[in-house]
T-cell receptor
C-alpha cells in the first residue's frame, strides 16, 4: 500500500528565504506526482504535476523535482513571501487510481 | 483542466439528519469521481470511488450504508451522509480524473472546492 510522508510537518521562515519541502513515497511505481496548496478552510490548488518520466517542473518561483527510483520529490520555493503561507500537500497516483496524499507541510512566511 | 463544483460549500445540520452533497464536473464527462474526507489538520483520506452507472467502491472502514454515493450521470455524483452525527463533521472534497478525454495530463485529478459539514 502506497504511503506518502512529508517533512517537515511545519516550517516557519522569514520573508525572502528560499526553502525546500520534502515528500517521500514507499512504492516507486507511480504514474505522476502532484503538489497542491491548501489555504485554511479552503480546497486544493494544484501547483505542479510531474509525470513519472519527468525529472522536474517549474512554475514561477516554484520548482518541483522527482526522483522516482528513490521515492522522493522536493518542492523548492524561491524568495518566499507572506502570501506563500499555506499547507502544501504532496500526492501520488499509480495510474487511473486515486491520489494518495501526504499529511502536508504547514508553511508560515513571516514578514 | 476540468472545472469541478460542489454544492453546498458549507452546511450545518442537527444530529440524526441526512445531508446531500453534490459534485459536478462542469466541462468534462467524468466516468470516475473520487470522494475524500479531511478532518482538521489532517490530510485528505479517500472515502470511495464513484463510477458512473455502477456501484461505488468504498475504502476499508467507510460505511457504505452511511455514506451513500450516486453517480447517475457523467457530470454529477452525490454523497449523502445519512443520520449524521458530530463525528461526521469534516471537509468533504470530490475530484474527477482525466482518463484521456481531456487535453492535458492523463490521470490528472481535478478537485472541487470542498464542502464543510458541521453536525451539531
Amino acid at each position: 500500500k502506497q504511503e506518502v510522508t512529508q517533512i517537515p510537518a511545519a516550517l516557519s521562515v522569514p520573508e525572502g528565504e528560499n526553502l525546500v519541502l520534502n515528500c517521500s513515497f514507499t512504492d516507486s511505481a507511480i504514474y505522476n506526482l502532484q503538489w497542491f496548496r491548501q489555504d485554511p478552510g479552503k480546497g486544493l490548488t494544484s501547483l505542479l504535476l510531474i509525470q513519472s518520466s519527468q525529472r522536474e517542473q517549474t512554475s514561477g518561483r516554484l520548482n518541483a523535482s522527482l526522483d522516482k527510483s528513490s521515492g522522493r520529490s522536493t518542492l523548492y520555493i524561491a524568495a518566499s513571501q507572506p502570501g506563500d503561507s499555506a499547507t502544501y500537500l504532496c500526492a501520488v497516483n499509480s495510474g487511473n487510481t486515486p491520489l494518495v496524499f501526504g499529511k502536508g507541510t504547514r508553511l508560515s512566511v513571516i514578514a | 483542466g476540468a472545472v469541478v463544483s460542489q454544492h453546498p460549500s458549507w452546511v450545518i445540520c442537527k444530529s440524526g439528519t441526512s445531508v446531500k452533497i453534490e459534485c459536478r464536473s462542469l466541462d468534462f464527462q467524468a466516468t470516475t469521481m473520487f470522494w475524500y474526507r479531511q478532518f482538521p489538520k489532517q490530510s485528505l483520506m479517500l472515502m470511495a470511488t464513484s463510477n458512473e452507472g455502477s456501484k461505488a467502491t468504498y475504502e476499508q472502514g467507510v460505511e457504505k450504508d452511511k455514506f451513500l454515493i450516486n453517480h447517475a450521470s457523467l457530470t454529477l455524483s452525490t454523497l449523502t451522509v445519512t443520520s449524521a452525527h458530530p463525528e461526521d463533521s469534516s471537509f468533504y472534497i470530490c475530484s474527477v480524473i482525466n482518463l484521456g478525454g481531456l487535453a492535458g495530463g492523463v490521470n490528472e485529478q481535478f478537485f472541487g472546492p470542498g464542502t464543510r459539514l458541521t453536525v451539531l
